[in-house]
């Protein structure tokens, strides 16, 4: 990034709870990242996994996929892409991991999911900073249209999450490019939005990061063979909870 707009966007990050950099993935990049989420379709679809269906969606139009991180070289890049970790360790600190790595490809008629936040696991009164943060990778433009992430600006400000099935008018849509990336605290209040259009799909990558004290949403050393663990650079495996123990002692205090 430029001198000074990395500190431009944390400072809107900070305000809002959400910031969006446009144009990151180069078209080679961008093409990569489709092809990629195709074949883990095509992939899953073979195998008879559960692509559709799920229990926090309105129907069963929208597709996902998971556990993208194990899977692919692809989406390893993304998981340690520079601008998306110094966002994350702007949030979290220098010490973070990866709590789940899925994607979501909204389709014509997919209602929205319902609002929440992702640290919506801790009770409240939350503290007065963020215990998880999302870095989303638009690869489909986001549009109000096609299903793009809506979400409550300043909602990170609050000490609690919203009401799943509530009404917020005030909800904006994030709209931005293909090869964009955006990033959300991850006390926002969110949702998926409704795709409105004839016959246009919405592609999204969401890598969802937590603080290292907290249990991540998939287990990664349960998840990946031993033999695949020398295909992980060493910032991946970190991140998968690798290369480091996970105790909680702070060894200053003996």
Known sequence: ???????????????HGVVVA?????????????DAVDQLIAADRATGAQLTGFHYDPDDRNI??????P????????????????????????????SNFSGNRTAPGSGRMGMHADQGFLPS????????????????????QNGGTRYIPGSHKRD????????YDEA????????????????????????????????GLFAYYVRPF????????????????????????ELLGFERPRATTDLRSR
């Open 1 to 15: 990034m430029p001198t000074g707009t990395l500190a431009a966007m944390l400072a809107e990050l900070d305000e």
């Open 22 to 34: 446009p144009d990151v993935l180069s078209a080679a990049e961008l093409a990569a990242a489709r």
């Open 64 to 69: 996902r996929i998971v556990d993208l991180a």
């Open 71 to 98: 899977r692919s070289e692809v989406m390893r890049s993304l998981v340690e892409h520079p601008l998306a970790l110094a966002l994350v360790e702007h949030a979290l600190g220098a010490d973070f991991r990866l």
């Open 125 to 144: 009164p939350w503290p007065p900073y963020a215990m998880a943060f999302n870095i989303g990778w638009a690869l489909d433009d986001f549009t109000p």
């Open 160 to 167: 609690h999450g919203p009401k799943w099935n509530g009404d």
């Open 172 to 203: 904006q849509p994030i709209v931005c490019r293909a090869g964009s990336l955006f990033a959300m605290d991850g006390r926002v209040w969110h949702q998926t939005g409704a795709n409105v259009t004839d016959a246009e799909t919405r592609t």
């Open 214 to 237: 907290i249990v991540t949403q998939r287990p990664w050393p349960a998840l990946i063979p031993r033999a695949k663990r020398d295909e992980l650079t060493p910032r991946v495996a």
